[in-house]
């Protein structure tokens, strides 16, 4: 009993919501059925609502193609206060602008409260929103014939026209376009000679139209009544038209279509009742009305009866670009064009691909060809080439190299594949390396290193690298690119060189030793005289020999830590180390400043306050060996002027955030412009026994091996020669 219950409940609710769901709605026609404008508009709207299965569509129709009186109106009123009195309505449509007056007029007395939907509304005055509070209540779609537009359109088709006859009648939508030609007549009348006829009774106007010239063209608009009051549907006041015509008509509304109209820019009933039906379906869904906007474009269409265009031999083609045509020959093409069109777009897509691909088959068997050969080629030019080359993924792992990188390692091609930098270069090399790939391959840029490699037979080799990241075929970085340049020969070359350029300061530093071993040979002179005469006079005692003793030994110590000096002068710098400038300067004057001594040639150092010392990354020996050159380049010159009390070399020292510079400055006077540019290069000298690879050398060990700079110029009779070195820049 219980489980019957539960049945019967569930089904009633069913039912209850079912019925609470559909909607009531009511279409109200302004004529009657059997009128084409009528029925099209109720066949859009019942095609529109077929398939919602829960809207009750009712239509009614208040004939005032044939009555319009206002006791008509309100008899009418009064049917539908007791007709619909037991009926209740979700919406109201009113097509056509008698039936929208009447529900605006009589809406507080048959349809209060109801949303109400408008179309086929002409010369539409929102003023009429203003009757019984209908703002709140109504939105619609505006009928509206394109007279102006349609103007146009006869004009371009006929260009030979001698006369536009225009036929209406006296109803109220012809009274209301008669209204909205008089500007358009008024602005084409000086272009345009217009005829318009709505006072002929039918006969007088079969007879007009029957004798019009060859070259008039009509536009017929309405004809339901004549001026006799004679009643006439749609398809017989214009047929009666049609039949004792000869000359083209043109229409504004699409129910003429069939009917023998050419077409025009044609307000279409259709195309009303779809916007309306879709407004409607928006209000029963639950939308409030009054945010649905009044369409008051009308949605008109160009539409050309075939049978007419061809009647007259009219070409439309050039004139309209978006338009129908209707009655065109059903021929097999005609009646299968989508079919055929899309056949033959096929079978044209399947050609064009079978031949694409024909030809990319043989493009393909090319570039294969060619890039076989093109591989073949650079793996014989890689091979050929002496640089060692080798390729990283991503990941660092190698995965080809030349026949130059594995003699190199001595190992095969293919045993390099798969191994890291680790396999072959020192740890402290390869970290270095890993860390410069990361960023290569991080900001794709390209570098350049230098490093020195220790191989099995004893041998020490230098190279440069040169490294640039690499793209795969997608854009994407694939790895990085690596050429060894191996400058072992050259820095070699550059070590002889400055060797020689050392060798070719010995004459100097011989001179300087002999200086500097003059006074301490003198000192041991006099110690060994008066040890002598000590012992001949028997006066020598114990203490006396420890006093000559360690006296000789401090001047022997002085001329063995010359030696010393001279010997780490000579010695050439294998690594970069950090050292002093200050230091370097106080070795150098160790060894020359004897010699500067007895050639009378002060020697003035300046260092920047502040600081305590000047400390650089590089080849300490090497840079001694510059300072050396430029010092003692200094003294020949003043030696060779015979400068007297006057000779000098000034040394300032000072620094910035970037750079230790040091200035030698001598007062021997200028360098000969003509040549100041040339004393760096290589084998330029000016001295008779010079070997021109002092200075040049000096430049060599500056810029290259330390990334400084040196240059000079002259300064009011002075030359000044300029260092600069980088601060403690480890490079």
């Known amino acids: 009993m219980k489980k019957f219950l539960l049945l019967y409940f569930i089904i009633f609710i069913t039912l209850s919501n079912a019925q609470d769901n559909n909607k009531e709605v009511l279409l109200l026609h302004s004529y009657h059925k059997g009128y084409k404008w009528s029925d099209d508009i109720s066949k859009a709207i019942e095609d529109k609502f077929a398939s919602h299965q829960n809207i009750e569509l009712t239509t009614m129709y208040m004939d005032t193609k044939r009555i319009l009186d206002p006791i008509y109106l309100d008899k009418l009123a009064n049917l539908y206060k007791e007709q619909l009195s ?39 005055d929102k003023a009429l929103l203003d009757e019984n509070n209908m703002r709140n209540h109504t939105s619609g779609v505006v009928e509206q014939v394109d007279l102006e537009n349609n103007f146009r359109l006869i ?47 039918i006969e007088n106007l079969k007879n007009k139209v029957k004798h019009l010239d060859k070259n008039d063209v009509m536009l017929f608009l309405l004809l339901f009544k004549d001026t006799t009051g004679k009643y006439f549907t749609y398809k017989r006041g214009f047929k009666q038209i049609r039949d004792v015509s000869k000359n083209p008509i043109y229409g504004l509304w699409d129910f003429y279509l069939n009917y023998g109209i050419v077409g025009g820019l044609l307000t279409s009933a259709t195309a009303q009742g779809n916007s309306v039906a879709n407004m409607a379906l928006q209000v029963l869904n639950g939308k409030d009305i009054k945010e649905i906007p009044i369409l008051e474009k009308s949605p008109n269409r160009y539409i050309f009866d075939y049978n007419e265009l061809k009647r007259f031999d009219i070409s439309i083609e050039d004139v309209v670009e978006n338009y129908e045509i209707i009655n065109e020959p059903n021929s097999v093409y005609r009646q299968h064009t989508k079919f055929v069109v899309i056949s033959i777009l096929i079978i044209f897509i399947l050609s064009v691909m079978v031949v694409t691909m024909k030809a990319n088959i043989q493009r393909r068997k090319k ?112 790895g990085i690119v690596c050429i060894m340049d191996n400058i072992t020969e050259r820095v070699q070359q550059k070590q002889f060189l400055i060797q020689q350029s050392k060798l070719a300061e010995m004459g100097d530093m011989v001179a300087a030793i002999a200086h500097q071993w003059n006074e301490p040979l003198v000192e041991l002179s006099a110690l060994v005289q008066d040890i002598q005469t000590s012992h001949m006079l028997e006066e020598l005692q114990t203490q006396d020999v420890e006093s000559f003793v360690k006296n000789s030994m401090v001047q ?15 010695k050439p710098s294998t690594t970069k180390i950090e050292f002093s400038i200050k230091q370097s300067f106080n070795d150098i004057l160790e060894i020359v400043s004897k010699q500067l001594f007895y050639c009378n040639i002060k020697v003035e150092i300046n260092y920047q306050e502040n600081f305590d010392d000047f400390i650089i990354f590089g080849y300490k020996n090497e840079f001694k060996q510059v300072l050396l050159n430029l010092i003692n380049n200094a003294k020949n010159k003043i030696v060779e002027k015979r400068l007297e009390n006057k000779s000098k070399i000034t040394v300032n020292v000072y620094k910035n955030s970037s750079y230790n510079t040091i200035e030698i400055i001598d007062n021997a006077g200028e360098i000969d412009e003509t040549i100041i540019h040339s004393i760096f290069d290589p084998y330029f000298t000016t001295k008779e026994e010079g070997t021109g690879i002092g200075l040049y050398m000096a430049k060599v060990i ?14 009011e009779n002075n030359v000044v020669f300029t260092i600069k070195i980088p601060i403690n820049k480890k490079v």
């Open 86 to 124: 037991n009926r209740k309505f979700d919406l109201v449509i009113a097509s056509d602008n008698n039936a929208f007056e009447f529900v605006i007029r009589y809406h507080e007395y048959l349809f209060k409260d109801i949303p109400v939907l408008f179309c086929g509304i002409n010369n539409f």
């Open 367 to 478: 570039l294969e060809n060619d890039l076989s050969n093109q591989l073949k080629f650079e793996k014989v030019l890689l091979d050929t080439i002496p640089n060692a080359i080798y390729y990283k993924n991503r990941d660092g792992k190698f995965i080809a190299c030349n026949l130059a990188f594995a003699k190199l390692f001595n190992v095969t091609k293919k045993e390099v594949i798969g191994k890291t930098a680790f396999d072959f270069f020192p740890k402290d090399i390869a970290k270095k390396n890993v860390a410069i790939d990361a960023k290569i391959l991080k900001e794709q840029i390209t570098d350049t290193s230098e490093i020195a490699l220790h191989f099995s037979n004893l041998q020490m080799k230098y190279f440069i690298l040169n490294k640039a990241a690499y793209e795969n075929i997608d854009g994407e970085i694939g």
């Open 702 to 715: 500056i810029e290259d091996k330390m990334q400084g700079q040196i240059f000079v110029k002259n300064n």
């Open 556 to 570: 022997i110590q002085y001329m063995s830590q010359t030696l010393s000096d001279f010997r780490n002068f000579l």
């Open 155 to 201: 004009r371009s088709l006929h260009p030979k026209m001698k006369n536009l006859i225009i036929i209406n009648d006296k109803s109220k939508t012809g009274h209301a376009i008669k209204r909205d030609l008089r500007p358009i007549i008024k602005k084409y009348k000086d272009t345009l000679n217009i005829e318009y006829i709505d006072q002929l009774d």
